[in-house]
């Protein structure tokens, strides 16, 4: 069982790709809704408080890694046929992983978030429910199939509450950590987080030339539709990413840094579009996301070291 899922994790969450996404998300994420909550409350700027991290993050961010290699774990399942014929060599599609480990691996990882999070009052709401949202979508694909993978938009929009429901579970632990009020100050960071993942979302499947059954978006939108929509998502992001860091505010300059991520998007559609690339390069996107949420923590702990 052990050599099993060491081979899963190694195949479908290879921890020297998912482990830094893990930490700038959960990192970066914590960082917006700081910032927008400190924004909305008019504490932005010299002198301001600050969420920093501390030893109740390290709980946050093993919760927060388990909680995507579960997201991993249920989406594999959901994907199963599909893999098996377009992606055979993923673990549970090849075979060397088999559906009741997966289910070990829903079951454990679901334990561990609980258990971490137990203490914690809110976070333990965020956490359970986003697990509970995510055994809903796995009880729909596994009892009676719905929806169909082929049904992008359908599963795109189903999909999108995990997004969501994870930022929560981010926002949950900042409340309980800082003992800041909620409010509705999370939801531009919301709204800057789903459009990253939006761009991701279209980036990575955006091809010329889609291979027979290839579920991609370009069937839907077309080429140009879908890399001019992949381009806007990146676009709307920035222009959150700015209202949300309020750079021109006295004290809050270091916001401008939101910008530099953008630079990832437009060379990837300047390398799809002009250099002729068959696929929207998958760099661009991927590491787009690890910048995008590494600007706002570094915009965060600078705005804390402002005289």
Do not use: C
Not at 33 to 48: E, S, V
């Amino acid at each position: 069982m052990i050599v099993r899922l060491r081979r899963y994790v190694r195949g479908s969450f290879p921890p020297a790709v998912y482990l830094p996404y893990a930490l700038a998300w959960a990192l970066g994420g914590t960082a917006m809704f700081a910032l927008g909550q400190r924004a909305r409350h008019g504490q932005r700027g010299p002198g301001a408080s600050a969420w920093r991290p501390g030893w109740a993050t390290l709980a946050t961010l093993a919760s927060f890694t388990v909680l995507l290699l579960v997201v991993r774990a249920v989406d594999d399942l959901r994907d199963l046929d599909y893999d098996r014929e377009h992606n055979p060599r993923r673990p549970l599609a090849s075979g060397a992983v088999a559906v009741r480990d997966i289910g070990v691996i829903i079951g454990a990882g679901t334990v561990v978030v609980l258990l971490l999070n137990a203490p914690r009052g809110l976070a333990l709401a965020g956490a359970a429910t986003a697990l509970l949202y995510l055994a809903v979508l796995l009880a729909a694909d596994r009892l009676v199939h719905w929806p169909s993978g082929d049904a992008l938009i359908v599963s795109a929009l189903i999909s999108l509450p995990v997004q969501l429901l994870l930022g929560g579970y981010l926002y949950a632990t900042l409340l309980h950590d800082t003992h800041w009020p909620a409010g509705p100050a999370a939801l531009l960071p919301l709204a800057s987080m789903l459009a990253v993942f939006t761009h991701l979302e279209l980036a990575r499947k955006t091809t010329r030339v889609p291979e027979p059954g290839e579920r991609t978006y370009v069937a839907v939108f077309g080429v140009e539709g879908t890399a001019r929509a992949a381009l806007a998502a990146a676009a709307v992001a920035t222009i959150l990413a700015l209202l949300l860091t309020r750079p021109w505010s006295p004290g809050a300059e270091a916001g401008w840094l939101v910008l530099l991520p953008a630079a990832l998007p437009v060379r990837g559609a300047l390398r799809f579009w002009r250099g002729g690339a068959e696929r929207w390069p998958p760099a661009d996107s991927g590491f787009y996301v690890l910048a995008a949420f590494t600007a706002f923590l570094v915009v965060d702990l600078l705005e804390g070291h402002t005289p």
